[in-house]
């Protein structure tokens, strides 16, 4: 059974960092494109980052040079390191799979780490 769980999510100040972490079970993540969503009360769930198998990498404007996305084969994990957190950047972070591509409908997702950035 296909599983995603994402973790790492907090307060922090704006202007902090934070890693998320989406760990996978019962299928080998490298194999995957693997997406970040986010979604802000009153808001549409969002597109933030997402890796391919490939190792090809995309951003939602609002994040670049901020946000960078990486993947442990190792660990089944991937990864999303934010840094220069704004408070705009407060959501709900889920993480999803799908395997084709960054551009799929995803069908596996995570049950989602709340990320808040305030002071």
């Known amino acids: 059974q296909l599983q995603l769980v994402e973790s790492g999510g907090g307060l922090v100040q704006p202007g902090g960092s934070l890693r998320l972490s989406c760990a996978a079970s019962g299928f080998t993540l490298k194999d995957y494109a693997i997406g970040w969503f986010r979604q802000a009360p009153g808001k549409e769930r969002e597109g933030v980052s997402c890796?391919?198998?490939?190792?090809?990498?995309t951003y939602t404007d609002s994040v670049k040079g901020r946000f960078a996305i990486s993947r442990d084969n190792a660990k089944n994990t991937v990864y999303l390191q934010m840094s220069s957190l704004k408070p705009e950047d407060t959501a709900v972070y889920y993480c999803?799979?799908?395997?084709?591509?960054?551009?799929?409908?995803?069908?596996?997702w995570g049950q989602g780490t709340q990320v808040t950035v305030s002071s």
């Open positions: 999803a799979a799908d395997p084709d591509s960054c551009l799929a409908d995803f069908d596996s």
């Open positions: 890796i391919t198998s490939g190792e090809l990498t």
